[in-house]
T-cell receptor, first 115, second 114 residues
């Protein structure tokens, strides 16, 4: 079975600063996808960024980037130039390739962006 | 596309009553997932369907929970009888066989059982 671990229940960052959220996962498979989802107080689940395991290049999406270390099974999210609107719960998620696979979530990190 | 549509947005019911949550996935998606979110247990996968067929329902807590997907555009999650510990936010998500397409979530149904 696949597991996803987020060891930081809460984090805080000042506006305009950079913050990194950590995520590790465990799998014996080699083909999978990793995601970061954001859940603001509105409770909507919003996809932030995704990474294909077969790609060595780290994914980036504007102010969001990941540090994907496949051998270490680590998938951290870096948020640059933090904005107040980044305040939310952030979930790391994992899915194997294949049509019958399921998305497994970590327990989440609550990020607070302060003035 | 309107995205994944869930109804109702909020549901308040008394213990023992039947509750039905509804989901309309994104057109063209062939995978559908039901998740439950609570403070204590986070996001839990209850059941997921592929091409309208249930693939894994091991996350369904007990026989009081049932889910159906009669066609590609509609799914229901039913709780009968409901209990206070079922209070949570229930999310529906849909996805495509193309794994470059991530799961898209609905806005969730907040269920309160008193």
């Amino acid at each position: 079975a696949q597991t996803v671990t987020q060891s930081q229940p809460e984090m805080s960052v000042q506006e305009a600063e950079t913050v990194t959220l950590s995520c590790t996962y465990d799998t014996s498979e080699s083909n999978y996808y990793l995601f970061w989802y954001k859940q603001p107080p509105s409770r909507q689940m919003i996809l932030v960024i995704r990474q294909e395991a077969y790609k060595q290049q780290n994914a980036t999406e504007n102010r969001f980037s990941v540090n994907f270390q496949k051998a270490a099974k680590s998938f951290s999210l870096k948020i640059s130039d933090s904005q107040l609107g980044d305040t939310a719960m952030y979930f790391c998620a994992f899915i194997l390739t294949g049509t019958a696979s399921k998305l497994t979530f970590g327990t989440g990190t609550r990020l607070q962006v302060t003035l | 596309d309107a995205g994944v549509i869930q109804s109702p947005r909020h549901e308040v019911t008394e213990m023992g009553q039947e509750v039905t949550l509804r989901c309309k996935p994104i057109s063209g998606h062939n995978s559908l997932f039901w998740y439950r979110q609570t403070m204590m247990r986070g996001l839990e996968l209850l059941i997921y369907f592929n091409n309208n067929v249930p693939i894994d329902d091991s996350g369904m807590p007990e026989d009081r929970f049932s889910a159906k997907m009669p066609n590609a555009s509609f799914s229901t999650l039913k709780i009968q009888p409901s209990e206070p510990r079922d209070s949570a936010v229930y999310f529906c998500a849909s996805g495509s066989r193309d794994r470059d397409s991530p799961l898209h979530f609905g806005n969730g149904t907040r269920l309160t059982v008193t």
